[in-house]
């Protein structure tokens, strides 16, 4: 591969100014990369990590919602259906419903919920920055007082985020209308509304993507809220859970393999799906990086080849 010097061309400023001949590159070695860090595994283990937070996140939205009304509630069950595969969905739906009906004290339920919820949930973050470094090949040089705190802001930010999505598909139907009809919105504003937010609530589950994708590994760089891995990471997603809906739906024994078990595992294998595509995007990412550094003239098999956020954890004894 042809390498860019001082003497012939500008370097490379960022991953996307790769000439044409080195994607090529970058493709193969995403797919070896992909098979070495055993990126599969590492997604089970978010898998796992995920199954522990998802729940007590669940209970503090459905908090943070019980402050608006019971009614606010009922629109999210309703429209939870067109975020996942149908059994993904009963699941969904039920605990939705049985959250809603154990809905005493609001206030309290939120503020245990919001603890519980960043405690599990900082545990699938910790587990996503080990494996971020893993794909980038290099080590967490970050001390305890750093990776700690970066843990769990990055824990809070991805948490209100989410919860301002499931507000946004809260929003539709006859409480947006009445919520129009209070801020005084006519109806072509409503309609507009209904039709714009799933764009901005598109744009805002790839801001999470980004946020995970510069903030938890060891890698200095700036941040960037669209990236090729991150468009990557979304269109695999998409494709791969209409796909799995359509198996599951269609082709798949889970009912007779599992009983009643079996929207439990569907639940789970879609989940570990969606951690694959969020690490591929990522170990696409990294060998944009690494294509950089050898058009900038690193050797090859070298690494790490970007440069790290911190080294002190590294160069203790």
């Not at 991953?15 to 080195?22: F, I």
């Not at 605990?95 to 245990?112: C, P, Y």
């Not at 499931?166 to 504003?189: C, H, N, P, R, S």
């Not at 944009?288 to 002190?312: C, F, K, M, N, S």
């Amino acid at each position: 591969m042809a390498r860019r010097t001082p003497d012939n061309n500008e370097p490379v400023k960022k991953p996307t100014d790769l000439p044409k001949e080195s994607w090529t590159g970058v493709l193969k070695r995403t797919v070896k990369e992909f098979k070495e860090d055993n990126l599969t595994d590492l997604a089970a283990a978010l898998t796992y990590y995920g199954v522990l937070s998802i729940f007590p996140a669940l209970l503090a939205l459905m908090s943070i919602l019980g402050l608006l009304g019971t009614s606010s509630i009922k629109p999210l069950i309703d429209n939870v259906g067109s975020l996942a595969p149908g059994a993904v969905r009963d699941i969904l739906n039920s605990t939705l419903t049985q959250l809603e009906s154990g809905q005493g004290k609001a206030s309290a339920a939120l503020i245990i919920g919001i603890v519980v919820a960043l405690w599990s949930a900082s545990g699938y973050i910790a587990a996503f920055m080990r494996a971020s470094n893993a794909v980038y090949d290099i080590g967490e040089g970050r001390p305890v007082w750093k990776t700690l705190p970066t843990r769990f802001g990055i824990t809070l930010v991805v948490v209100v985020l989410l919860a301002a999505i499931a507000i946004g598909v809260v929003f539709t139907g006859k409480l947006a209308q009445k919520t129009g009809e209070v801020l005084g919105m006519g109806d072509t504003a409503i309609t507009v509304f209904n039709y714009v937010k799933w764009p901005v609530l598109v744009l805002l589950f790839s801001f999470v993507i980004a946020l995970l994708y510069w903030a938890a590994p060891n890698v200095k760089r700036g941040f960037r809220w669209v990236t090729p891995g991150s468009i990557l990471a979304v269109l695999i997603w998409i494709a791969a859970s209409a796909l799995f809906a359509l198996y599951v739906a269609n082709f798949s024994s889970y009912d007779k393999t599992y009983g009643s078990l079996a929207a439990v595992i569907i639940f789970l294998v879609w989940l570990w799906i969606s951690n694959i595509a969020i690490l591929l995007g990522l170990e696409f990412n990294a060998e944009l990086e690494r294509g950089r550094a050898i058009e900038a003239g690193h050797p090859q098999e070298e690494e790490p080849y970007v440069e790290p956020r911190d080294t002190r954890k590294l160069d203790e004894p």
